[in-house]
């Protein structure tokens, strides 16, 4: 399907009202949002003047909200909103609809950028309504991640055909902190052995340069050795599926599920993400890596963004517990209650 330059699919993106459009256009090309990215902006912008239109009655009384058309949407309109109607739209988005902390502060920040946008960069308005709009608290939880020991076991349960393309998949996910998207975009011409780097295309296309160590070479190594040549649909691939194409997100996906499952850790919470996220924790904890420097091998926009990678691990806590000089204090002898 035919896609405009901000990301969109053309049939979703017809339904956008010119004023909204340009906001798409803008955080598509001048700011270089990926096309899922642009896509979620115009989806809660959507829900928002829908519940707009519906609570002012700018819709018939049984007009379902799905079926709430915006295309009418213009800056008379976003000129007459207010922080209280936004505060009263948040309440709709939590009793009505049942969107999560992590789903309404996603809307929150959707409603940022699309006001800031016409405050800011177009001087469109001359107030910004949700200058005051806090973002949802979201509950911290701590996040999943391998241990070296599962890492070790994870790497030693790779076999089959193709064990030498999935090895060196998983080695490069452990080592470099890779996104899916990263990972399967890679091209033959990333890979420079005479600097021991990769390039990666990270978000909103933006490149950045990560250090090859020693097994991550070496197992690129034996798989460029292996790697098919003829008959290949995308021959700049890097990663080459069954297909002589390049290898899909999905195939990426379901051989590291496999192959978790395999050491008993294919239960909910464990992915492709939770390798990166393993990489990190390993860099941090056991490397003893600049969370700065860890930042910039990530691809983080901010450092607030990296820091979730910084949790103090169990062992940490337990170390910090015993190196109190009184964890080891023992009473001399039971002494009998006494009465005065």
Sequence with gaps: MNRTKSGMKNSLFDEAPLIIREFLGYVGTIKGKSPKTVSEYYLDLRTFFRYIKQKRG??????????????????NLVKTIDLTQVFEY???????????AKTRAR????????????????????????????????K????????????????SSVEGKNSVRDYCILV?????????????????????????????TGKGNKERIVYLNDACTD???????????EGLIDRNALFISGQRKRISPKTV???????????????????????????????????HVDIRVLKDILGHENLGTTEIYTHVSNEQMANASNANPLSHVKPTKDKKNRTV
């Design 253 to 287: 996906q379901f051989l590291v599920k496999k192959y978790l499952a395999k050491i008993d850790l294919g239960g909910p919470g464990y992915s492709v993400h939770k390798l990166r996220h393993t990489a990190a924790t390993l860099m941090y904890q056991q490397g």
């Design 58 to 75: 700018l819709v018939p009384p049984d007009a379902k909200f799905e079926t709430i058309k915006i295309d009418d949407v213009d800056l």
């Design 107 to 138: 809307k929150v920040s959707s409603l940022r950028s699309f006001f800031r946008y016409l405050t800011d960069k177009t001087g469109k308005l001359s107030n910004n309504p949700v200058q005051e709009l806090e973002t949802p608290k979201l």
């Design 172 to 200: 490069l996910f452990l080592n470099c902190g890779m996104r899916l998207s990263e990972l399967v975009d890679l091209n033959m011409d990333d890979i420079h052995f005479s600097s021991s780097t990769v390039k990666i």
């Design 219 to 229: 197992a690129l190594k034996r798989y460029l050795a292996v790697r098919p040549k």
């Design 90 to 100: 948040m309440n709709f988005l939590s009793v009505e609809r049942g969107n999560s």
């Design 140 to 155: 911290k939880t701590l996040p999943k991640y391998l241990n070296l020991e599962q890492c070790l076991e994870l790497l």
